[in-house]
């Protein structure tokens, strides 16, 4: 059984910076496309940056490329996503979630998504970015 435990959200100011964590357990291959992807209040969930754990490939929505760095530590588990530069327009609700992909899975198709593909969700850490 796959279980996605999020931290790190909270309140920053804009410009400021935070760090999300997701302690990941139950993988039983490293064939996984792990992702982090929120939702606005009053909008729909959206991609923000995913990372193939086989080869360390990275994906990242537009809105996010140069402000956001996705990571993760594989002793522990864990990916990491960076984000630098907020603005009010990061203000969410940030999942972390995880697919069970192939050798064939094309790491964009699955996060430049709402996510609906993805199989195991975390419950979500809220980012708050205001003065």
């Known amino acids: 059984q796959v279980q996605l435990v999020e931290s790190g959200g909270g309140l920053v100011q804009p410009g400021g910076s935070l760090r999300l964590s997701c302690a990941a357990s139950?993988?039983?291959?490293?064939?996984?496309?792990m992702g982090w992807f929120r939702q606005a209040p009053g909008k729909g969930r959206e991609g923000v940056s995913c990372?193939?754990?086989?080869?360390?490939?990275?994906y990242y929505a537009d809105s996010v490329k140069g402000r956001f760095t996705i990571s993760r530590d594989n002793a522990k588990n864990t990916v990491y996503l960076q984000m630098n530069s907020l603005s009010p327009e990061d203000t969410a609700v940030y999942y972390c979630a995880a697919y069970r992909a192939t050798v064939s899975t094309v790491m964009r198709a699955m996060c430049a998504t709402s996510g609906s593909g993805m199989d195991y969700w975390g419950k979500g850490t809220l980012v708050n970015v205001s003065s």
């Open positions: 139950g993988f039983t291959s490293d064939y996984y496309i």
């Open positions: 990372f193939r754990i086989r080869d360390g490939s990275t």
